[in-house]
Nanobody, 123 residues
């Protein structure tokens, strides 16, 4: 069992930066690949970024590639999403998720989810 708690969301102006975090409980965090997803009002939840269990591999959606960076600290049981050059269309609730599979983009392949943190980008 893994419990995930996101934090760090907030309001930022377009072009600004924000780092959100996801703290995991349990001693097996380093066994899980982690993903960040986002869901805007009226839209489906979509993949943003993922990182392998070791942190050696990462993968990004085209919409965030070059602007967002996913990283993890297995000693702290935490995964991060650094978001730069934010755009109003990045406004969404951001969720972290854990999977025992390798990096995957489909929401159905993730076993555990956090409650989400709101990121709002003003124009």
């Amino acid at each position: 069992q893994v419990q995930l708690v996101e934090s760090g969301g907030g309001l930022v102006q377009a072009g600004g930066s924000l780092r959100i975090s996801c703290a995991a409980s349990g001693r097996t965090f380093s066994s899980y690949a982690m993903g960040w997803f986002r869901q805007a009002p009226g839209k489906e939840r979509e993949f943003a970024a993922a990182i392998s269990a070791s942190g050696g591999s990462v993968y990004y959606a085209n919409s965030v590639k070059g602007r967002f960076t996913i990283s993890r600290d297995n000693a702290k049981n935490t995964v991060y999403l650094q978001m730069n050059s934010l755009k109003p269309e990045d406004t969404a609730v951001y969720y972290c998720a854990a999977t025992l599979q390798s990096i995957v983009v489909r929401t159905s392949r993730y076993d555990y989810w956090g409650q989400g943190t709101q990121v709002t980008v003003s124009s």
